[in-house]
């Protein structure tokens, strides 16, 4: 007969024996040696009780029917007879004893008996959840995540082959982190769509500013962090974020907020910072401003603007010759073709 360790207790033999066990709970005794200037060295011994892991959750009201049918089950589990193992339990009613017994399943990794645990426990998603996984730790991992023993289901993710299972984990406890260095190291997982995860979880925290720190990680900041800030009544927020980073994308967001706003000067301006041509000309045709339009799109050779500029001509009430307007032909042409 092969009999497999439940749990071990491991204890220093030089300062600490064991005196004996009364279950649920274990004696030990630790050796003290205290001295004063006037007496020598002294021994002192300290008797300690201490619950055995696997009771440790009904030892507040564990009578004999449960304890015997805890002992029962774990010396059979121990000896690999899955049926008598369960034929121990299988009339009690007890929720603490079953998820008493699910720990023993995960800890000695059967995935049998795991099971009838949960659905003892009336939860069918998690059985339904437990059913649908084909790895043997993630499939005990989630019966610890279910018996909120997360430390547990940590170590059993980590001895998964996919390390993803380990990352959306990390994830979900808030770990990110240790979810962002595991994702380092291995190939398949995409930085960038944990990074925006991230970033959304803080965002609904209300943490801000690391939420446009990952969204900048995840390559997404030019979009989402003035949506965030805008939606949040942060301008101000925005303005200094925009003046850090710089780029023509969120020059361009800020110059279209300031015109909504009607700030046209300061619209002009970073519209131009963002080598926002087309902008440019629209905003000076809006003011009827023709000449510095067609200046703009002259200069700049810009498509954009060249096409905006013609089409306002075109429909004017008294329409310029576009073939004396100062505009790449190839914006005519487009016109024409039209």
């Known amino acids: 007969m092969c009999i497999r360790d439940s749990s071990v207790i491991e204890y220093k033999e030089e300062t600490t024996s064991l005196l004996g066990i009364g279950i649920p709970f274990y004696y030990i005794i630790d050796y003290d040696s205290c001295s004063t200037e006037k007496e020598e060295a002294q021994v002192v011994m300290t008797v300690k009780e201490k619950c055995f892991i696997e009771y440790e959750d009904v030892k507040s009201n564990l009578d004999d029917d449960l304890k015997n049918a805890i002992v029962n089950f ?3 589990l121990a000896n690999g007879d899955i049926d ?9 009613q007890s929720p603490q004893l079953w998820k008493q017994l699910a720990q023993f399943c995960i800890r000695n990794k059967r995935v049998e008996l ?3 645990c949960l659905s003892s426990l009336n939860n069918p998603m998690g059985a339904k959840l437990f059913r649908s996984t084909e790895n043997l730790e993630a499939s005990l991992a989630i019966v610890a995540i279910y018996l909120n023993k997360l430390d547990l289901a940590k170590a ?4 998964c082959e996919k390390k993803g299972l380990l990352v959306r984990f990390l994830e979900m406890c808030g770990e990110w982190e240790e979810a962002i260095e595991v994702a380092k190291k291995c190939d398949g997982i995409r930085l960038g769509a944990l990074y925006y995860r991230i970033a959304q979880y803080c965002e609904r925290s209300e943490d801000f500013d690391l939420a446009a720190k990952y969204y900048d990680l995840s390559g997404n900041g030019d979009r989402e962090v003035p949506r965030m800030l805008l939606e949040n009544k942060m301008a101000t927020h925005l303005r200094k974020y925009i003046e850090r980073k710089g780029t023509p994308k969120l020059y361009q967001c800020w110059a279209h907020y300031m015109e909504s706003k009607g700030d046209v000067k300061s619209a002009n301006r970073f519209y131009r910072l963002a080598n926002d041509y087309a902008s440019l000309t ?7 401003d023709i000449e510095t339009a ?3 799109a002259s200069n700049s050779k810009d498509l954009h603007a060249a096409y905006h500029l013609a089409c306002l001509l075109y429909t004017s009430p008294s329409p310029r010759d576009l073939s004396t307007s100062r505009m790449p032909s190839s914006a005519c042409k487009k016109k024409r073709h039209k």
């Open 74 to 76: 774990s010396a059979s």
């Open 84 to 92: 008598k193992a369960h034929s121990a339990v299988s009339k009690m």
């Open 114 to 116: 795991a099971e009838v």
């Open 156 to 159: 059993l993710y980590k001895q």
């Open 282 to 288: 629209r905003l000076a045709c809006k003011n009827d």
């Open 294 to 296: 067609e200046t703009i």
